[in-house]
């Protein structure tokens, strides 16, 4: 798969595909390669094109193997999110992938349904574009990245809340794999700020009307 860099955000229509410098490009290979030794499925890297446009203005392209029968988390809930069965499953193979990328220290930057890449047997972490290594994470710092991917999940669906308690207690039982003092902490912070993110959203609902 080729992917161009771009700016997201705000400087997303300012600059473009425009970096100043080849770094962000490099350290993309660099977490890339970490990780992926060490046990998290990425697609490998297979090339990166970086061309100067006026010094010290850079562009960059990224080609990454192909997963055969693979979608992304954002085609697989396009047609409304699944349920029994099948929504188990993308729930574990989801919190494994995430689990494996947050107990070797890294951080996703934009951890939403369309960089986690559905094949049939796990899920693969895509775009580390601005992704970070730490010898460790802390529940904080976890509990973040969980809660981007669960905006993410609400925006695709337009549902508020779109998985049950019992779906996330499952996710969250996942991913602490039988470490019952993180499943206490994330469980408890993330009610907290699911609560919150709820009665924010709605208030903005309520507004707009």
Same mark, same amino acid.
């Given at each position: 798969?080729?992917?161009?860099?771009?700016?997201?955000?705000?400087?997303?229509?300012?600059?473009?595909?425009?970096?100043?410098?080849?770094?962000?490009?490099?350290?993309?290979?660099?977490?890339?390669?970490?990780?992926?030794?060490?046990?998290?499925?990425?697609?490998?890297?297979?090339?990166?094109?970086?061309?100067?446009?006026?010094?010290?203005?850079?562009?960059?392209?990224?080609?990454?193997?192909?997963?055969?029968?693979?979608?992304?988390?954002?085609?697989?809930?396009?047609?409304?999110?699944?349920?029994?069965?099948?929504?188990?499953?993308?729930?574990?193979?989801?919190?494994?992938?995430?689990?494996?990328?947050?107990?070797?220290?890294?951080?996703?930057?934009?951890?939403?349904?369309?960089?986690?890449?559905?094949?049939?047997?796990?899920?693969?972490?895509?775009?580390?574009?601005?992704?970070?290594?730490?010898?460790?994470?802390?529940?904080?710092?976890?509990?973040?990245? =969980?809660? +981007?991917?669960? $905006? /993410?999940?609400?925006?695709?669906?337009?549902?508020?809340?779109? *998985? @049950?308690? %019992?779906? &996330? #207690?499952?996710?969250?039982?996942?991913?602490?794999?039988?470490?019952?003092?993180?499943?206490?902490? =994330?469980? +408890?912070?993330? $009610? /907290?700020?699911?609560?919150?993110?709820?009665?924010?959203?709605? *208030? @903005?609902? %309520?507004? &707009? #009307?």
């Amino acid at each position: 798969m080729l992917r161009p860099y771009r700016h997201g955000g705000m400087l997303g229509p300012l600059l473009g595909n425009r970096f100043l410098g080849a770094q962000r490009f490099l350290s993309e290979i660099r977490v890339s390669e970490v990780i992926r030794l060490a046990g998290v499925a990425t697609p490998e890297i297979l090339a990166l094109y970086i061309r100067g446009a006026s010094r010290p203005i850079f562009r960059g392209w990224i080609l990454t193997r192909h997963v055969p029968g693979s979608i992304n988390l954002r085609q697989w809930v396009s047609g409304g999110l699944p349920g029994g069965d099948e929504r188990g499953k993308v729930l574990r193979l989801t919190a494994q992938a995430v689990r494996s990328l947050h107990a070797v220290g890294c951080t996703h930057r934009d951890l939403n349904l369309s960089n986690l890449l559905l094949a049939p047997d796990r899920v693969f972490v895509l775009d580390l574009d601005g992704a970070r290594l730490r010898s460790a994470l802390t529940p904080r710092e976890r509990c973040a990245n =969980l809660l +981007r991917l669960y $905006r /993410s999940l609400a925006k695709e669906t337009g549902v508020v809340e779109p *998985l @049950s308690l %019992r779906d &996330r #207690r499952a996710f969250l039982k996942v991913y602490a794999c039988g470490n019952s003092e993180l499943f206490r902490d =994330l469980w +408890r912070d993330l $009610r /907290s700020r699911w609560a919150l993110a709820t009665l924010r959203r709605n *208030l @903005s609902r %309520r507004r &707009r #009307r």
